[in-house]
């Protein structure tokens, strides 16, 4: 038998796509990337990029048509995109859940629907709305976010009661809008889950999340959470990726209250960034799992071998990076970046603990079903 190599085709050309291609050639895939970037992460180390914008039907195909089944690795790609790549090859996760993720009004109901609690929200489409809706909610404090494109605290603006929201309102330049109340959480956490075609899952967390500016800032694993509340995390994950349907990774983030409550954030469609030490400390990374279920093959034990804390690389901190070289438990990323803007993620650090010289499962789990192929 001649064994030929699955090719796999990933959209945007950052840092998450550019380590689900390094996942994909490990397991002798092949790789072909679609950006509307030249010099991105990913093109740097992929054999072939298509560099064209995300409606350029005739390159979409061609793109498609060199594949065998396409991903991508952030949520702004427009929907559209994905339902006209599905007409010639499977992309995983399908434009039901990115339609979902992509927009907050829809994420945050969806979430509700299916019994996972969130902060209150209301849709917001003028600035009038806002102090309606601080009223009747009783709100004190809230956070108003763009409905779509926001990412790392771009698009949000914080509002105090009894303010005038119009400035809030015209400093987001948008057309809808959401207001959530404030959560006074004590911290923030998130749960990977992998789900492949035949409904198996393996999660990884909660991973414990430090921001710094509104961006990741540091994940730590085992999150120190009481072992109920990590076990209600993973299974309020478990529950959105069975109703999502989900084939391919997503990351749910949830805030942990003073009251013990878990409430979800966001769902990112994708592998995440609080779940890079995957790649130290587990048997499958997150870049494995999302790379194997988006070309049909079954997921890997995501088995924890070390704890682990990843730091990112943020902007000038890439300078300051002598000591982790020498640093014995300590692994280097660059994504191959040029500039060190402000705030721009240009790598990451893993540092790791072992656990054992025996395999273990200590959060995450792997659901037992018999595999075929
Ligand atoms: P997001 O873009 O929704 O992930 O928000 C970025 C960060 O802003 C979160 O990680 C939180 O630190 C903070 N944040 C977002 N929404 C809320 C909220 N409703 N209450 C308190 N903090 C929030």
């Known amino acids: 038998m001649v064994f030929v190599p699955k090719t796999i085709g990933i959209l945007g050309g950052g840092q998450l796509g550019r380590m689900a291609a390094m996942a994909a050639f490990r397991l002798g895939m092949r790789v072909c990337a679609y950006t509307d970037e030249e010099d991105s992460p ?59 993720a992509q927009h907050r009004v829809s994420e945050k109901k969806f979430l509700n629907d299916i019994g996972i609690p969130t902060t209150r929200w209301a849709v917001i489409t003028r600035a009038g709305d806002i102090t309606r809706a601080m009223e009747d909610m009783d709100f004190k404090a809230a956070i108003l976010k763009t409905s779509r494109f926001g990412y790392d605290g771009k698009g949000q603006v914080s509002i105090g009661r009894g303010e005038d929201p119009k400035a809030a309102w015209k400093s987001l330049n948008t057309t809808e809008a959401i207001l959530e109340e404030k959560v006074a959480f004590t911290s923030e956490v998130s ?60 990351c749910l983030e949830l805030f942990v209250t003073g009251e013990g409550q878990l409430l979800a954030n966001e769902i990112a469609p994708r592998p995440h960034n609080s779940g890079h030490w995957t790649i130290e400390a587990c048997t499958t990374s997150q870049f494995e799992q999302q790379v194997r279920t988006v070309v049909g093959m079954q997921i890997g034990g995501p088995n924890r071998h070390s704890d682990a804390v990843m730091i990112n690389l943020i902007g000038d901190d890439v ?25 721009r993620k240009m790598g990451h650090i893993t540092m790791t603990t072992p656990l ?18």
């Open 356 to 373: 054992s010289a025996q395999p273990v499962m200590l959060d995450e789990t792997i659901s037992e079903k018999v595999v075929l192929n």
């Open 191 to 250: 749960v990977i889950i992998a789900r492949d075609k035949l409904s198996q899952t393996a999660i990884y967390g909660p991973i414990l999340n430090e921001h710094k500016n509104h961006i990741l800032a540091k994940s730590t694993v085992p999150a120190p959470l009481p072992a109920h509340l990590a076990e209600k995390a993973r299974n309020m994950t478990l529950l959105l990726a069975e109703a999502i349907d989900l084939i391919g990774v997503l």
């Open 319 to 343: 300078d300051r990076l002598a000591k982790y070289y020498e640093q014995a438990n300590a692994t280097v990323h660059l994504y191959g970046k040029l500039e060190a803007r402000e705030g």
């Open 42 to 100: 990913i093109s740097q180390i992929v054999p072939f990029t298509f560099v064209g914008r995300y409606d350029d039907k005739k390159k979409l195909q061609s793109f498609a048509e060199s594949v065998d089944a396409i991903t991508y690795e952030f949520e702004n790609i427009p929907v559209e995109t994905i339902r006209y790549l599905q007409k010639f090859k499977p992309v995983y996760p399908d434009d039901r859940v990115l339609e979902i």
